[in-house]
Every structure is written in C-alpha cells, then in structure tokens.
C-alpha cells in the first residue's frame, strides 16, 4: 500500500496565498498580531477549516479551535497548530508554516476519506511574536494558564490600544472560557530558524527538548579615578571586572553539550575616555535543555562573580529574576516514528527558541516537528524554505497525529 502523503504543491500554494496579507517589499511578512492583515490571515484559516468540514471555536484570548470529528467522540483530540503573526520585518514561513501544514493534513484526510479514531484539531494561537504586545507565547500561555487572562487583556501596544479592544475590533473577541478543548496530544511544526539541520543534511528534526533560560542584570561597582593618575594595581575597574565575568560566561556557554550564554546588553559609568569605570550594568542570560546542567551552569556563575568581585576588589550584585524551565517534549516518540515511517533522514534537535509548543507541553504530551530553512535564518524577510522541506514537515505531521490517535484509542480500551 501506497503512504498517505500530503499535497506539497496545495501546501506551498497555500503558504504563498497566506504571504499575502502584510507581504513586504522584500518578500517578507509584516503581519503583527491583531492587525487589519492579522485578521485577513484569520478569516482565511477559519474559511479554509470550514470548508473541509471543521467546526470552528474561538477562546476568549483569540486562540482559535478548527475541529474535525473522529470516530469516538469521548476520546482526547489529537492537536496541532502554531502562529499566524509575524514580526514586523518577518518571514513568509515562522509560524503560518506549522498552521498551514495543519490545514494540509486536514484536506489530505479528507481527499482519503480517513476517519480518524479521535478528533483532529487544528489551532491558531494569539500573539505568539512578542512583538506588537508582549510578551512572547501570549495566547497559548494564557491557555496553559502561565498568564492571567485579565492582564493580559490589557497589556497595550506602543499607541495604547489594548489586546482585549483589539481582539474585539478584529471580530476575534470568542466567548469560550480558556483551557476548555480535551487535548490527548499536540504536535507543532515549525522551521527550524536556526542552522543545525542544513548543516548536517537532515530532512527534519525530532525536537526532544526545550532550552531552559536563566535571566540576570549584573552591577560592577568598583571606583572611579582618573586614567592618567592612577596606578594599575590600586584600579577598581568596573569593565575590566566586567569583561572578565563575560569572558567565563562564553566559557560557561562552551563548557556544557548545548549551552549558551550570553551578555547582549551593556551600560558603562560615566563612559568617559579618561576616566576609570565605576560602575558597569550588564545582562546575562544562560540556556541549557537539561535542568541539572542549567543548575550547574548558575552555581558556576555566581561563584565566578564572587572570586573575580574579591580578586578584583570590586562588587558585583546578580539579581536573577528570571527561570524558563526547560521543556521536555513527551510526544516525540510520536514523531521520530512518523519520520522513519515516511522515510526522511532525522535527527534528535533542541528548541533553541520559544514555541507555542513549550507551554503545550505544561498540560499535554506534545512533540514538534523542524524542518530546515536557508542558511538557519529566520525574523528576516528574507527568511526561505523549499517546497520539499514543507512536504517533510507535513508529512511527518500528518503521520505523528495519526500515531497519537491510534495510542490514545488503544490507551483508553
Ligand atoms: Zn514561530
């Protein structure tokens, strides 16, 4: 027998009709969340669900549900879905790539006559950019229950308008309660937005975890003095300090399988050519996938900060104010067989950056499917992928929510 396959020339097609809505001079997408071009990408995602037969819910942050029944109606459906939001000078794929692939499994199921054991849905999740409001992941982590309703309601864009006025403008204000669909899994496919698979000539990625993120704002305070007067050994230099703690934060990064670290924000005091820094204030922010190593990786840090505080005679305070747990996806068993079921090389991947996914995965065994994008780059207009690549990704979709489906009717006899 002949492997369901997905219509890759439907797929590509739709992705290029959708690019429309925001398309930029470049060939990018400029469609910020709950925008006019927002609402067109929308009306045209719900009207192609209708179209194949899907009921279509929409949650009271925007989220939107597309539902095609399964044989039992008491069993968990089987979800996937990702953004339709871009950054202002975006790409035609981040995103409306994983919801559009979910519109293609809908209609090859449909072109095959498959009847599923569960139900299939297929999501479009609010302001996942973090651009236009923030932050980042703003309607599925209201889902999951990360974010209070209410104040994310009323966070406002750079003009004022708030999320809940705009939701209402653009007809996407829905009345069902948040949390309330009865998922048994989620899958997200996605580009990969980063390097790794075009490196090593893999037709997709099984993503199996997400970084963890440790946040800090670091202060040096040493003494200010003038360059021409004093001695090198009586200095207090705060950026000398500073540069030393970066340097061991690269190191930090180099050290560990999958560690980053990095300092991308720095403020010197008086920055002045002739005079001594005093004080330095300057950001940290440290990934591992592996709860134990990013636990290393933060004790490290700090005990470096004291020995080069005391070896320099300087003071340096680390206010760690933020923790992203790590993610683990539970479903990607779902998809590394799916990968090998259609027969694409494969390999096991970390999610460098934020997805819908990661929150999923607080409430729902969840897995994502990467696939490559030219030379790894994404938030850029000129962010590009190839009809294949799509087909990979889709395929492997199509396959991983038929396995979840089948696991779960089989879990539940
Ligand atoms: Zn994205």
């Known amino acids: 027998m002949q492997k369901l396959k997905v219509n890759a020339e ?50 009271q942050f925007g989220n939107i549900f597309a539902k095609r029944k399964g044989q039992n109606s008491d069993l968990p459906s089987v979800a996937t879905g990702s953004h339709l939001d871009t950054q202002p000078t975006g790409g035609k794929f981040d995103g409306v790539f994983g919801v559009l692939a979910g519109v293609e499994v809908l209609r090859t199921l449909n072109d095959n ?17 973090g651009s236009r409001f923030q932050p980042a992941m703003q309607g599925s982590g209201v889902y999951v229950g990360r974010f209070d309703l209410q104040t994310e309601w009323n966070k406002t864009d750079v003009d004022g308008h708030n999320v809940k006025d705009e939701l209402e403008r653009i007809g996407y204000l829905g009345s069902e309660p948040i949390g309330q669909r009865n998922f048994g899994a989620f899958f997200e496919t996605h580009i990969e937005q980063g390097p790794i698979l075009e ?61 980053v670290g990095t300092t991308g924000f ?13 004080q330095v204030r300057f950001s940290v922010d440290l990934r591992n996938p592996h709860p134990d190593v990013l636990e290393s990786m933060h004790e490290e840090f700090n005990s470096m900060c004291q020995s080069i505080a005391k070896a320099r005679q300087v003071d340096i305070e680390v206010d760690h104010f933020w923790y992203f747990a ?26 460098g950056a934020g997805h819908d996914a990661c929150y999923m995965a607080d409430i729902v065994p969840s897995g994502m499917v990467f696939t490559p994008c030219e030379n790894g780059i994404s938030h850029n207009e000129i962010e590009n992928t190839t009809p294949e690549q799509c087909e990979a990704g889709a395929n492997v979709l199509l396959h991983s929510m038929l396995a979840a489906s089948q696991r779960l009717a089989e879990e539940a006899k």
């Open 10 to 59: 439907r797929l590509w097609e739709s992705l290029m009709i959708m690019a429309q809505f925001g398309l930029t001079e470049k060939g990018g997408c400029n469609r910020l969340a709950l925008t006019d071009n927002d609402k067109k990408a929308r009306d045209l995602f719900c009207k192609w669900c209708k179209e194949a037969g899907c009921e279509i819910s929409i949650d």
């Open 113 to 129: 006559n498959i009847e599923t054991e569960t139900a299939f849905e297929f999501s479009v999740w609010t302001n996942e950019e």
């Open 199 to 259: 490196n090593q000539s893999k037709e997709v990625g099984i993503v199996r975890l997400g970084q963890g993120i440790r946040w800090y704002d670091v202060v040096v305070n040493g003494q200010e003095s003038h360059s021409g007067t004093t001695p090198m050994a009586l200095r207090k230099d705060a950026l000398a300090a500073s540069c030393e703690v970066i340097t061991e934060v690269e190191k930090l990064g180099l050290k560990y399988e999958h560690a």
């Open 266 to 278: 720095m403020q010197v005091t008086p920055n002045s050519r002739n005079t001594i820094p005093g």
């Open 326 to 351: 790590p993610v683990k996806f539970q479903a990607s068993d779902d998809v590394k067989k799916a990968a090998e079921k259609v027969g694409y090389s494969h390999m096991d991947i970390v999610a």
